[in-house]
T-cell receptor
Framework: GENVEQHPSTLSVQEGDSAVIKCTYS??????FPWYKQELGKRPQLIID?????GEKKDQRIAVTLNKTAKHFSLHITETQPEDSAVYFC?????????????FGTGTQLKVEL | KAGVTQTPRYLIKTRGQQVTLSCSPI?????VSWYQQTPGQGLQFLFEYFSETQRNKGNFPGRFSGRQFSNSRSEMNVSTLELGDSALYLC???????????????????FGPGTRLTVL
């Protein structure tokens, strides 16, 4: 089955700096890669995702890149703000139209310091 | 519209007991997925139900089971509880239409607040 590794497990940045979180996956057939943000005591929320036929996707201050050959994808957050502090999870799945079985990374605790 | 709801929010059980958790999806959503979240293992997929049928299954023992009703509400059951079953159990719902569950699309998957299960 699919296996997703995520690094780093904790990341501390200064407000205004950029943050990068990296994930690798094992199943070359995986075609959908979402990123979730989970604030303390709250439910995970989908913040951005990318399909395997796209190399990069951007939404305001966040972007995701995908390297299918190397089987890794990354989340980039620019101009970080205190409200970006949360746990971020990457995930991978083989979406076939018949369901979405997500395999998650173990999460990255991002702390944005003032 | 109302989001995904889960009941109960907190539960304390002892080893050997069984427990049933409930998830009510967003109105109109027909798929419900269940996840176990623990500090060490992160989020792990348990199973997915669609139109009252289990469509996908994770790598959990048979003590973990689920079902879905005709109104799309779903329950999961854990029998013979073990200490290691202590976790936050999350459910997530989506339509879906067969297209990718992209953010902002009709297929986007939304999580509930979770049920915190503590096994003593």
């Amino acid at each position: 089955g699919e296996n997703v590794e995520q690094h780093p497990s904790t990341l501390s940045v200064q407000e205004g700096d950029s943050a990068v979180i990296k994930c690798t996956y094992s199943d070359s057939a995986s075609n959908y890669f979402p990123w979730y943000k989970q604030e303390l005591g709250k439910r995970p929320q989908l913040i951005i995702d990318i399909r395997s036929n796209v190399g990069e996707k951007k939404d305001q201050r966040i972007a995701v890149t995908l390297n299918k050959t190397a089987k890794h994808f990354s989340l980039h957050i620019t101009e970080t703000q205190p409200e970006d502090s949360a746990v971020y999870f990457c995930a991978a799945s083989l979406f076939t139209g018949g369901g979405n079985k997500l395999t998650f990374g173990t999460g990255t605790q991002l702390k944005v310091e003032l | 519209k109302a989001g995904v709801t889960q009941t109960p929010r907190y539960l304390i059980k002892t080893r050997g007991q069984q427990v049933t958790l409930s998830c009510s999806p967003i109105s109109g959503h027909r798929s419900v997925s269940w996840y176990q979240q623990t500090p060490g293992q992160g989020l792990q997929f348990l199973f997915e139900y669609f139109s009252e049928t289990q469509r996908n299954k994770g790598n959990f023992p048979g003590r973990f089971s689920g079902r879905q009703f005709s109104n799309s509400r779903s329950e999961m059951n854990v029998s013979t509880l073990e200490l290691g079953d202590s976790a936050l159990y999350l459910c997530a719902s989506s339509l879906p239409t067969g297209e990718f569950p992209t953010k902002g699309s009709y297929n986007e998957q939304f999580f509930g607040p979770g049920t915190r299960l503590t096994v003593l």
